[in-house]
């Protein structure tokens, strides 16, 4: 596809499990755009507090963890901690149950905010997340919030969890995605909302296949 802007952004917000990631995935293969994976950052920096022993309640823990830190991502989209591929073990258990409470945190939102921006400054980029379109990139091009209802959001990432070898009930991943839907939502800085000017899609009965073709769709006719 062929943009007017030789720059834009694409923001794609809403809770875990609405499909998110792998709607934005497949729309910077087909668009061409480089798909910058924020949750995986936090989860990268949540990996390696926990790693280092550092609670969430720990700032001067935290704020030398964020100096010492450097995530990137290789050339397969995978992330980096410190030159180091931890891809598989930022998507574990304990990852997943404790990645809100430390994305909660004011420091870690704001020099996780600014990697971001640099990057996506750099390129034409799709992002999501919970706070892309309202705190990362306000003025993003285009803005979508995703939602879906929750016993589905479990079962896709029940799926998910089976494909990668990692072991979860499907009770369990119910109980963490309510809770994080919880911290994310109610969180001081930055919290999971709707932009104002957002798109709003319901996945719950779409494949993803169908809210791919509804995002390009959408950025087809106003690009």
């Known amino acids: 596809m062929n943009f007017k802007k030789s720059h834009i952004i694409i923001a794609i917000d809403g809770p875990s499990g609405t499909g998110k990631s792998t709607t934005a995935k497949i729309i910077a293969k087909d668009l061409n755009l480089t798909y910058l994976d924020t949750g995986a950052m936090y989860r990268a920096i949540t990996f390696a507090a926990l790693e280092e022993g550092i609670t969430p309640d720990d700032k001067i823990g935290m704020d030398q963890l964020l100096k010492s830190t450097r995530i990137r991502f290789d050339e397969k989209n995978q992330i980096l901690i410190n030159g180091i591929l931890r891809e598989k073990e930022i998507r574990g258990k304990e990852v997943s149950q404790m990645v809100s409470p430390y994305s909660a945190i004011p420091e870690v939102r704001s020099v996780l905010t600014e990697w971001q921006r640099e990057i996506g400054n750099e390129q034409s980029c799709i992002l999501d997340g ?3 379109g309202t705190v ?7 803005k979508f919030f995703l939602i879906t209802d929750l016993k589905v959001r479990a079962q896709r990432r029940f799926l998910e969890c089976q494909e990668k070898g990692i072991e979860m009930s499907l ?35 779409l494949s993803i296949q169908e809210q791919v073709k509804k995002i390009e769709d959408r950025v087809s006719v106003v690009a």
């Open 136 to 142: 990362v990139f306000p003025n993003a091009d285009f």
């Open 171 to 205: 009770e369990d991943i119910e109980k963490n995605l309510t809770e994080r839907d919880r911290i994310d939502s109610s969180r001081a800085t930055a919290p999971l909302r709707k932009a104002d000017d957002a798109v709003e899609i319901d996945t719950t009965q």
């Open 130 to 132: 919970r706070d892309i």
